[in-house]
């Protein structure tokens, strides 16, 4: 009877091994890998919300972004209007004779530009220092023309370097006060 209930219980041991390792396991692994995966796509659904509630401000941080970078590149000076006054500049010392060695707006002027928000009632102004070589004569004809012009507001500066004589070229220099824009010859 004792060997019978021996291989009962053997029986028993064998069959519930065989449950655990047949069964048992598999499903428990099911539902660890379950559980992870829940874990998982509850961390994404998190993400998910977290993400949705920071969208509209993310949107509002990107528009005044965009609308202080509109803002920024409009109050730049515009560069082509600095080259069509040196052109014009260069025109007008061509035709009274003149040569411009340099032509030159301060460093500090350029970024003073950068740094104003421009206002339409208000014109934008560029200080430029001219370095010439003619003749007097020239010269003159010059500042002439260059105080009929549109763009001139002003002179800041002005020194004449010749020789003692008085023959041959001489060394001028001009600073003034020149409005940026469109501007057109006066008639």
């Avoid at 070589?133 to 370097?161: A, H, K, L, P, W």
Wanted: positive net charge; aromatic residues 8%.
């Amino acid at each position: 009877m004792k060997t019978r209930l021996v291989s009962y219980a053997m029986a028993v041991l064998a069959l519930a091994g065989l449950w655990f390792l047949l069964l048992f396991t598999p499903l428990h692994k099911e539902q660890t890998s379950i559980a992870l995966e829940t874990k998982e796509t509850q961390q994404q659904l998190a993400d998910f919300k977290t993400i949705m509630d920071k969208l509209p401000r993310f949107l509002k941080t990107r528009q005044d972004l965009e609308t202080e970078r509109s803002t920024l590149n409009s109050r730049l000076y515009a560069k082509n209007d600095i080259l069509r006054l040196f052109q014009k500049l260069r025109q007008q010392a061509q035709e009274k004779n003149l040569v411009i060695t340099e032509i030159s707006p301060p460093i500090d002027e350029l970024l003073y530009l950068n740094s104003i928000i421009p206002d339409s009632n208000h014109a934008q102004l560029l200080s430029i220092s001219l370095k010439l070589e003619g003749r007097y004569v020239d010269f003159g004809r010059f500042i002439g023309t260059v105080e009929q012009s549109d763009y001139f507001r002003g002179v800041n500066d002005c020194r004449i370097m010749g020789t003692k004589t008085g023959d041959g070229d001489i060394r001028l220099e001009l600073g003034l006060n020149a409005l940026l824009g469109s501007f057109k010859e006066k008639a």
